[in-house]
């Protein structure tokens, strides 16, 4: 304490940093480091659940449209053309027509591959996104409130049943 004579501000600071305060200092910077570090990672870990939600909501989404799409593709080949003229009851010339009674449109549709219908609904894509928002295991719902998120609130899928290209 070579200076500290000249100033009692100094001689203060020297005190508190080296004296019977020395705990108080010490807490006092690790609570500043803890504060300043905990904004940087909480908004890294909104970051990441956000991004996890999405991303399992938008795997969701893909597999409806491939599901869409393959049954789509089921229908422009010249076997599901057929099979759908034959469901509002048409012939191909030549042939007769026999309606067979006893038999569901589910286990028909089965049989004949298109149309098998078990494609989900729009209502149930958008349920089953929200059921992705909810299911987290208990260690994450310990940090979402240790950093206070709240979900992906606000965010909704939307469909205008338009390509991206469009």
Do not use: C
């Not at 409806?64 to 057929?82: F, M, P, R, T």
């Not at 286990?107 to 349920?127: F, L, P, Q, R, Y």
């Amino acid at each position: 304490m070579r200076y500290a004579a000249d100033s009692k501000f100094i001689q203060a600071i020297y005190s508190f940093v080296t004296g019977p305060t020395r705990a108080l200092f010490y807490a006092l910077v690790i609570g500043a480091v803890a504060i300043g570090l905990y904004l940087p990672i909480r908004d890294f870990y909104v970051a990441y659940r956000t991004n996890d939600i999405l991303t399992r909501q938008v795997a969701v989404r893909d597999s409806y449209n491939s599901a869409l799409q393959d049954e789509v593709d089921g229908y422009l080949s010249q076997e599901g053309i057929e099979q759908s003229a034959r469901k509002l009851g048409m012939v191909l010339p030549g042939e007769t027509r026999i309606e067979v009674t006893g038999q569901d449109d589910a286990d028909a549709d089965k049989a004949s591959g298109v149309g098998s219908g078990n494609v989900m609904t729009s209502g149930e894509v958008s349920d089953a996104e929200q059921a992705v928002a909810q299911e987290t295991p208990w260690y994450l719902s310990v940090l979402d409130t240790l950093f206070f998120f709240d979900g992906v609130e606000g965010q909704t899928t939307s469909s205008t049943g338009e390509s991206a290209g469009e």
